[in-house]
């Protein structure tokens, strides 16, 4: 099974990200990303991983 994505395939997922941004709108951007955060949560190994993902995030 693949760990990561490829870089053409991280491209897909910022169209398809800023699609669905652009089609929550600007009053339900925060509780659509906090949606799909939780979605994309449940499939890590555990929490350990997603901890390390955040702060990433907050560095970035």
Known sequence: M???LEFGELEQVYDLLAAA???AGPEQ???F???LA???ARQA???D???EAIATALRS
């Open 45 to 47: 190994p555990d929490v």
């Open 49 to 51: 991983c997603i901890r």
């Open 33 to 35: 990303l906090a949606k």
């Open 21 to 23: 941004i652009d089609e």
């Open 2 to 4: 693949k760990q990561t």
């Open 38 to 40: 939780l979605l994309l």
């Open 29 to 31: 951007e925060a509780l």
